[in-house]
């Protein structure tokens, strides 16, 4: 069972950056053979995956509403998955997650963490 912890959350003013982090253990085999992606979820909103890296050939994709302003990266040598947030806006305002996912990328990700918190201020 893969276990993911979040980290880096908090509050900041709207033009301002975060780092979160996502740190994976427990995990079966090599942790940089899992497809790993942020999500997050407003209040009254439904999920939305934010960004994706695969596995092996570490190809990033990314919601339209964040491309150019945020940033996925995995340290495989630390089990860590990075998204570096820049550019922040209210509406970035939301819970977010880490999962996971061995092998492949696509369907429902298995393995998820508890999420940290991102508050935006205007």
């Known amino acids: 069972q893969v276990q993911l912890v979040e980290s880096g959350g908090g509050s900041v003013q709207a033009g301002g950056s975060l780092r979160l982090s996502c740190a994976a253990s427990?995990?079966?085999?090599?942790?940089?053979?899992?497809?790993m992606a942020w999500f997050r979820q407003a209040p009254g909103k439904e999920r939305e995956q934010v960004g994706i890296?695969?596995?092996?050939?570490?190809?990033?994709n990314y919601a339209d509403s964040v491309k150019g302003r945020f940033t996925i990266s995995r340290d495989n040598a630390k089990n860590t998955l990075y998204l570096q947030m820049n550019h922040l806006k209210p509406e970035d305002t939301a819970m977010y997650y880490c999962?996971?996912?061995?092998?492949?990328?696509?369907?429902?990700?298995?393995?998820w963490g508890e999420g940290t918190l991102v508050t935006i201020s205007s």
């Open positions: 999962a996971a996912k061995r092998d492949y990328c696509g369907g429902q990700m298995p393995f």
């Open positions: 890296i695969y596995p092996y050939t570490g190809t990033t």
């Open positions: 427990k995990y079966t085999g090599v942790y940089g053979t899992y497809c």
